[in-house]
């Protein structure tokens, strides 16, 4: 796969690759000499921020435990200086801590442990600029820039996100109790979202959800709060309405099938993929709701007819506006991902593929519940990817649907 995206598209990407050890630059150069991307490499920090200050770089790889300027601080000097550049970790081993503060303040899109793999570390080079080539469409942008939906965050939100960049829980928990909209916001996600404990209070469902969770909750709040979200007692079938009934059903589903079926807890960060992955519908919905409305009540399969049209209608479509909104928003790449693919889970340019291939098959059964048909395509091949019964996974989700879904 050619590197995608860059400067333009004559001129090869450019990687920094930021090193103490001489030993991995010399690795690492021979391993990208056979592809069409220019290297620079730098043995520290300083050296790092010198070159970018002369260089227009497209992505870094830094090492994360470096002397003097470790890889945490190169990387969160490189996001604040130059967002728009991909950054990747590289780390020996889970470093407590510092991978702790790199996760929740999302200093890098993925990282690399050493020892690394060179073939899937190259595929999962090249995919990242094919999925950045997207997210820096002008066409996006220009369309992002106009929708109203997305102007100026709510200053609630802006101040309790603060206390998350300051690492302060205790302040942020106290925010959250003392704000009505957010705390019932948070009770709601608590109870229809998750699938498994519920939480009895705010301190309660804000310790289990994690710092991490909330930034990703607030910035979806924000755009709920701007887009009008009715009080759930109204159970009315309004468009509105059935996005958030399906984001909730489609997190709890999410979560189910990770804990019933493979096991384990998704990706760092992304307890509330499901809830977000849609998010561009919801902006897309500020532009023509009669046209949402009409697709959903149709009798028949709308999924790549609906993706056509909006390419048509806006010149972009809501997977492409939802992964650029929640890129732009700083939030994990994983989510980023699911947002931009969950339609086309298969695709050979994701990284996060068992992630993005949970959201599809959860997605799909929301609105199976929620609409009593199949509005989007099931990919026959996901369930085969994640090794999971289909059979099984549809008798269980029957079984339990009750405790699972938001109907």
């Known amino acids: 796969m050619p590197p995608v995206g860059g ?45 970018l200050e002369e260089t227009e770089v497209d992505l870094i790889i830094s090492d994360m435990k470096m002397p003097l300027t470790d890889g945490y601080r190169l990387l969160s000097m490189v996001k604040e200086k130059y967002p728009a550049m991909i950054r990747i970790s590289l780390s020996g081993y889970a470093e407590g801590t ?11 899109d993925f990282n690399i442990f050493k020892p690394w793999n060179n073939e899937k570390l190259l595929q999962d080079i090249n995919r990242i600029f094919a999925t950045h080539s997207v997210l820096n469409s002008k066409a996006l942008e220009t369309f992002i820039n106009d929708t109203p939906i ?11 996100l603060s206390f998350i960049e300051n690492e302060d829980e205790e302040a942020l928990i106290s925010g959250i109790e003392q704000d009505p909209v957010i705390s019932k916001l948070l009770m709601q996600v608590a109870n229809w979202a998750i699938y498994g404990a ?33 009080d759930q007692t ?24 990770y804990e019933a079926f493979l096991h384990k807890q998704p990706p760092e960060a992304s ?25 959903l009540h149709s009798p028949a399969n709308v999924t790549q007819n609906l993706l056509s049209f909006e390419e048509e209608k806006f010149g972009v479509n809501h997977q492409e506006v939802g992964a650029y909104l929640l890129n732009r928003k700083d939030l994990p790449f994983p989510i980023v991902e699911a947002a931009l693919y969950h339609h086309n889970p298969l695709d050979s340019v994701i990284i996060n593929k068992e992630l993005v291939i949970c959201v599809h098959i959860a997605e799909y059964y929301a609105w199976e519940f929620i609409l009593g048909k199949n509005y989007s395509e099931l990919k026959e091949e996901a369930f085969e990817q994640i090794k999971v019964s289909r059979e099984d996974f549809e008798t269980r989700l029957e079984r339990f649907k009750k405790k699972i879904l938001f109907v």
């Not at 510092?98 to 890098?108: D, F, G, T, V, W």
């Not at 509105?240 to 099938?257: D, G, P, Q, R």
Request: aromatic share 8%; proline share 1%; glycine share 4%.
């Open 198 to 230: 519920m939480p009895g209070s705010i301190k309660q469902a804000a310790i289990y959800i994690g710092m991490h969770n909330l930034k990703c909750f607030l910035h979806w709040a924000a755009i709920v709060m701007k887009a009008g979200h009715a």
């Open 234 to 257: 109204n159970k009315g079938d309004n468009i509105t309405e059935l996005l958030w009934k399906h984001a909730y059903s489609t997190n709890k589903i999410l979560l189910f099938l």
């Open 150 to 160: 997305l102007e100026e965050m709510p200053e609630n939100c802006k101040r309790l």
């Open 7 to 51: 400067r333009n598209e004559v001129e090869m990407n450019r990687i920094l690759i930021v090193d103490d050890e001489t030993q991995i630059l010399k690795v690492m150069k021979r391993l990208f000499s056979e592809t069409s991307y220019e290297i620079f490499t730098a043995k520290d920090g300083k050296d790092a921020l010198k070159l």
């Open 271 to 295: 307890l509330f993929t499901g809830l977000l992955h849609n998010i561009g519908l919801v902006v897309l919905l500020q532009h023509n709701q009669k046209m949402y409305d009409d697709f």
């Open 98 to 108: 510092s991978m702790y503060k790199a996760s929740l303040h999302n200093i890098s």
